[in-house]
């Protein structure tokens, strides 16, 4: 069975930073392509940034010179690098493969930024 599980989170001020991390077992993901999902109450998950199986990455205009998407094949691991968090970073963050949207979708990690 395919897993998904992501941590990292936190509570941080403003300008600060965390390194999320999403593990993926019961699969070898080398050839997907991996996102990270944000999601906040009421809304639903948006992708803010992905990572192609040769390391190529694509990010929304929102998080571009914030967040770092990068991936370990030897470790079945993705991990978003976020810098100079916002308030409107706070949500939870998921991971999934774009190719299989792997099912159930992880349990997310919290980022909390304070004002």
């Known amino acids: 069975q395919v897993q998904l599980v992501e941590s990292g989170g936190g509570s941080v001020q403003a300008g600060g930073s965390l390194r999320l991390s999403c593990v993926l077992s019961g699969t070898n993901f080398r050839l997907d392509t991996m996102g990270w999902y944000h999601q906040v109450p009421g809304k639903a998950r948006e992708m803010v940034a992905h990572?192609?199986?040769?390391?190529?990455?694509n990010y929304v205009d929102s998080v571009k010179g914030r967040f770092t998407i990068s991936r370990d094949n030897t470790k079945n691991t993705v991990y978003l690098q976020i810098n100079s968090l916002k308030p409107e970073d706070t949500g939870v963050y998921y991971c999934n493969s774009l190719n299989k949207q792997y099912s159930p979708w992880g349990q997310g990690t919290q980022v909390i930024v304070r004002s």
């Open positions: 990572i192609l199986p040769g390391g190529g990455a």
